[in-house]
Every structure is written in structure tokens, then in C-alpha cells.
């Protein structure tokens, strides 16, 4: 069963663009990166698209579909009616190199400021020890497959340019908890995520989390339990001098 489908398609560059219109070939069992690839093949030779792994795993072929960030690889067609005209546009967060792709090097800058795992200085790699339950904990965020979709839909940057210089996003607020949750690092997560990373800017709306083709529970397990180490260190003084003495 096949269909001729009703697409549109942002074409531009940095300077400028604009939705154009398409009627492409829809097959049974289709997702949106097909219909992109033979619209390739067929009509326009030189849209740009970024894609790789053709299954959820590479994190490459973001964009937004009807305006919702998705995964073109992830996106079936039947979710559509037929006689719908569905709109594909690039992530609006991040610059425009040309048609559906954008420069995502602000994630790359944002993951280089995060410190990286510090094990105490007197324990050597092969000595690591870990509880499963700790380990666990971890686990859900390394799921992530760095497609940047939940740093294209916060609002904290999607819609301030200007807070880009002191939010690093959820992936790499993430980050930060993943750090703060392992027993075994020394560093300072908690201060360096209020003060370094922008967590007071994040007012839990979640929008991260529905987004997230990994369904990470961002929010709930990473973000809210650092902003709740953030008030436990800023006004409970016991826990304070206990952090400061012990570390967790
Ligand atoms: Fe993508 Fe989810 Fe990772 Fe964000 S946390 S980059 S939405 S996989
Ligand atoms: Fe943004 Fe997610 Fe917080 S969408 S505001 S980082 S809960
Ligand atoms: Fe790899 Fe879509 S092409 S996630």
C-alpha cells in the first residue's frame, strides 16, 4: 500500500530560508528519514540532511516534525493521517549550517565543561569497587544517546540565545548527577552545578524528558535530586558541615 504524501521542508542556509513544498512516494511500514532519503533521490539531489545509524541509536538525525523534536529514524508514518501535510524543520536551538542541519558544537563546548570522573588520588584503576545498587542509579543516564533533542526543547536556551553562555542543558546537567551519584568522585558536583552549569535556571518543566527518544527520566531522577542536594547543602547547616567533613 502506498500513497502520495504532502510534505514540507525547510531549504536554507545561515543567511536565510524558507519551507518548500513536496509530494513524495509514502510505503507501508515507512519512517520520516525514508521519505527524506527519496526525496533525495528523486527531487532535490543536494537537501542536507545528518543521519547515520537508520535505528534510534546514533543520535544524528534530530529535527522537529510538525514542530515537536523527534528522531527521523524514529518516526513512523502511520502515526500520520494520510492526507496530512507534515512539516519538517531543523532543530531551532542551535545554528543552521544548511536545510535540516544544524551546528550542534554548542553541546560539544557545554560537555568539555564538566569535569571529568574523579576517583580519590590514592586508588589506583583495578581497585575500583562498586554496590550493584550504585551502579544501577547510573545506568538510565547512559542510556543517552547524545542526540541534543532535549537541549534543542528546553526553553531555557531554546528561547534566551543570551543564557546559552551560562546553561549547559539537561544532557549535561544530567552528566553532572550521573558524577555526583557515583560513590566513588571526589569532585564538588553539587556547587559546580549551581554555580558553573545553570541548574537554578531549570524550573522543571519537563520538556526535556517528553522529548527523550531513551524515555531518561531526566528531570525526576537527575535534575530534581541535584537541586535537592543544591537546598540541602544552602540551608540545612548540619548537612552542610556534613558534606563538608565527609563529602555525602
Ligand atoms: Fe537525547 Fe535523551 Fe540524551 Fe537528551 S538525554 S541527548 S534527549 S538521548
Ligand atoms: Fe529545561 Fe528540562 Fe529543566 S526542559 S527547564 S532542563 S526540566
Ligand atoms: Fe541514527 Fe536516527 S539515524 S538515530
Same mark, same amino acid.
Given at each position: 500500500?502506498?500513497?502520495?504524501?504532502?510534505?514540507? #521542508? &525547510?531549504?536554507?542556509? $545561515?543567511?536565510?530560508?524558507? !519551507?518548500?513544498?513536496?509530494?513524495?512516494?509514502?510505503?507501508?511500514?515507512?519512517?520520516?528519514?525514508?521519505?527524506?532519503?527519496? !526525496?533525495?533521490? =528523486?527531487?532535490?539531489?543536494?537537501?542536507?540532511?545528518? &543521519?547515520?545509524?537508520?535505528?534510534?541509536?546514533?543520535?544524528?538525525?534530530?529535527?522537529?516534525?510538525?514542530?515537536? *523534536?523527534?528522531? !527521523?529514524?524514529?518516526?513512523?508514518?502511520?502515526?500520520?493521517?494520510?492526507?496530512?501535510?507534515? =512539516?519538517?524543520? *531543523?532543530?531551532?536551538?542551535?545554528?543552521?549550517?544548511?536545510?535540516?542541519?544544524?551546528? %550542534?558544537?554548542?553541546?560539544?563546548?557545554?560537555?568539555?565543561?564538566? @569535569?571529568?570522573?574523579?576517583? @580519590?588520588? $590514592?586508588?589506583?584503576?583495578?581497585?575500583?569497587?562498586?554496590?550493584?545498587?550504585? %551502579?544501577?542509579?547510573?545506568?538510565?543516564?547512559?542510556?543517552?544517546?547524545?542526540?541534543?533533542?532535549?537541549?534543542?526543547?528546553?526553553?531555557?536556551?531554546?528561547?534566551?540565545?543570551?543564557?546559552?553562555?551560562?546553561?549547559?542543558?539537561?544532557?549535561?546537567?544530567?552528566?553532572?548527577?550521573?558524577?555526583?551519584?557515583? *560513590?566513588?568522585? =571526589?569532585? +564538588?558536583?553539587? +556547587?559546580?552545578?549551581?554555580?558553573?552549569?545553570?541548574?537554578? !535556571?531549570?524550573?522543571? =518543566?519537563?520538556?526535556?524528558?517528553?522529548?527523550?527518544?531513551?524515555?531518561?527520566?531526566?528531570?525526576?531522577?537527575?535534575?530534581? *535530586?541535584?537541586?535537592?542536594?543544591?537546598?540541602?547543602?544552602?540551608?540545612?547547616?548540619? #548537612? &552542610?558541615?556534613?558534606?563538608?567533613?565527609?563529602?555525602?
Amino acid at each position: 500500500m502506498s500513497y502520495q504524501g504532502k510534505f514540507r #521542508v &525547510w531549504r536554507g542556509d $545561515d543567511s536565510g530560508g524558507a !519551507l518548500e513544498d513536496f509530494t513524495v512516494e509514502v510505503n507501508e511500514g515507512e519512517v520520516v528519514l525514508d521519505i527524506i532519503h527519496r !526525496l533525495q533521490a =528523486t527531487q532535490t539531489p543536494d537537501l542536507a540532511v545528518r &543521519w547515520n545509524c537508520k535505528a534510534g541509536k546514533c543520535g544524528s538525525c534530530s529535527a522537529e516534525i510538525n514542530g515537536r *523534536p523527534r528522531l !527521523l529514524c524514529m518516526t513512523r508514518m502511520s502515526v500520520f493521517e494520510e492526507s496530512e501535510t507534515i =512539516t519538517v524543520t *531543523p532543530m531551532r536551538t542551535f545554528p543552521i549550517i544548511r536545510d535540516l542541519v544544524t551546528d %550542534v558544537s554548542f553541546n560539544y563546548t557545554k560537555a568539555r565543561e564538566v @569535569p571529568s570522573f574523579t576517583p @580519590p588520588k $590514592d586508588l589506583a584503576p583495578g581497585e575500583y569497587r562498586m554496590q550493584q545498587v550504585d %551502579v544501577e542509579r547510573s545506568q538510565e543516564f547512559r542510556k543517552c544517546i547524545e542526540c541534543f533533542l532535549c537541549q534543542n526543547t528546553c526553553h531555557v536556551v531554546r528561547d534566551h540565545e543570551e543564557n546559552k553562555e551560562a546553561f549547559s542543558g539537561p544532557r549535561f546537567l544530567m552528566r553532572v548527577a550521573e558524577l555526583e551519584m557515583h *560513590p566513588l568522585d =571526589t569532585a +564538588d558536583r553539587v +556547587d559546580q552545578a549551581q554555580d558553573d552549569h545553570g541548574l537554578g !535556571l531549570c524550573n522543571i =518543566t519537563k520538556c526535556c524528558s517528553e522529548v527523550c527518544p531513551e524515555h531518561i527520566h531526566i528531570t525526576d531522577n537527575a535534575l530534581i *535530586p541535584m537541586k535537592e542536594r543544591v537546598a540541602d547543602r544552602k540551608y540545612d547547616p548540619i #548537612v &552542610w558541615l556534613g558534606n563538608k567533613l565527609f563529602k555525602r
